[in-house]
Structure formats: structure tokens, C-alpha cells
């Protein structure tokens, strides 16, 4: 089993920016398509973006609309961690940010296409 452990969350002005990082441990995770899902108080937990396992030659990545052009996804398999840097943000984003992965065939973009977690990282973004 793969334990993940989220990082760099924290309060920043509308507008900042903040990156998440997500490492991993237990074994490798180069063939594991990874995702960032979000919680915000009183809400159901919601797709941020996803990267998949290496392709032929690249990775697929994608992204939820309202993130979309403001945080991007990366992954460093040498480093076993996965990255989301959070550009342009917004009080809206304001959540729980979980990292997510599965070693299986499934959906990137809800909770049941994730097979480990890790324990979340708060962001908080004032206006």
C-alpha cells in the first residue's frame, strides 16, 4: 500500500499563491495515475486536477474548470511526490486538498476512481 503525505498548505491574500506537495512512500508510484480532490466546509469533496501514469512519451493532466489556467499539476517520479501549484487564488478555493491514487483502470474525477489518500492539507484564502 502507498501512503501519501500532503504538504505546504496554509493562509494566503486572494490573488497569492501557494504549491501542495503530496510524497509518497511504501513503493513506487511511477505507474499509479495520481489526483488532487478538495473539501470545502459543508460541501461534497470535489476534482481539482489529475496527472496519469507516464505514456508513450508524456502525461496526460487535467484539470476542473474553475482551476483551470491557475494551478497546475506535476509529478517527479524520482521524488515520489506529486505537485499542485496554486496560482491566482481565490477565496472560493478555500477547502481540505487531498491527494489521491490508484494503481488501477478507473476515473480521475470523483472519489470512487481513488484506491489511498492522504490526510488533506488546509488552505485558506482570505479576500
Known amino acids: 500500500q502507498v501512503q501519501l503525505v500532503e504538504s505546504g498548505g496554509g493562509l494566503v491574500q486572494a490573488g497569492g499563491s501557494l504549491r501542495l506537495s503530496c510524497a509518497a512512500s511504501?513503493?513506487?508510484?511511477?505507474?499509479?495515475?495520481m489526483g488532487w480532490l478538495r473539501q470545502a466546509p459543508g460541501k461534497e469533496r470535489e476534482f481539482v486536477a489529475c496527472?496519469?501514469?507516464?505514456?508513450?512519451?508524456?502525461?496526460?493532466?487535467d484539470y476542473a474548470d474553475s482551476v483551470k489556467g491557475r494551478f497546475i499539476i506535476s509529478r517527479d517520479n524520482g521524488k515520489i511526490t506529486v505537485y499542485l501549484q496554486m496560482n491566482s487564488l481565490r477565496p472560493e478555493d478555500t477547502a481540505v486538498y487531498y491527494c489521491?491514487?490508484?494503481?488501477?483502470?478507473?476515473?480521475?474525477?470523483?472519489?470512487?476512481?481513488?484506491?489511498?489518500w492522504g490526510q488533506g492539507t488546509q488552505v485558506t484564502v482570505s479576500s
Open positions: 489521491a491514487g490508484s494503481d488501477a483502470r478507473g476515473t480521475f474525477y470523483t472519489s470512487a476512481g481513488y484506491d489511498y
Open positions: 511504501g513503493r513506487t508510484f511511477s505507474g499509479h495515475r
Open positions: 496527472i496519469s501514469r507516464k505514456g508513450y512519451s508524456t502525461y496526460y493532466a
